[in-house]
Nanobody, 120 residues
Framework: QVQLVESGGGLVQPGESLRLSCATS????????MSWYRQAPGKERELVAS????????NFVDSVKGRFTTSRDNAKNTVYLQMNSLKPEDTAVYYC?????????????WGQGTQVTVSS
């Protein structure tokens, strides 16, 4: 059974930091590219960050560059999103996603999301 469980969200003030975790099971984590998405109320889900299966390359949406980093621990089947200098516009539900191939078929798995609220 595939599971992706995000944690670490919460309510913080502008300028503070949070670290999100996405713990996974049920698939070969080390072979999957991982991404973080977010969805704010009334807005479409957007890609925030991604990291390759080996963790050697990352990409970020322009609005979070220089503030967010992502990393993974393939021994723990977990991916992280470190969010610094948070702004009110970062408020959203954050989701992790795994993408890979199995037996030449592409798969895509999503977590259930964790709420991040940035407010004074």
């Amino acid at each position: 059974q595939v599971q992706l469980v995000e944690s670490g969200g919460g309510l913080v003030q502008p300028g503070e930091s949070l670290r999100l975790s996405c713990a996974t099971s049920g698939f070969t984590f080390s072979s999957a590219a991982m991404s973080w998405y977010r969805q704010a109320p009334g807005k479409e889900r957007e890609l925030v960050a991604s990291i390759t299966s080996a963790g050697t390359s990352t990409n970020f949406v322009d609005s979070v560059k220089g503030r967010f980093t992502t990393s993974r621990d393939n021994a723990k089947n977990t991916v992280y999103l470190q969010m610094n200098s948070l702004k009110p516009e970062d408020t959203a539900v954050y989701y992790c996603k795994a993408v890979g191939t199995l037996l030449f078929r592409r798969y895509e798995y999503w977590g259930q999301g964790t709420q991040v609220t940035v407010s004074s």
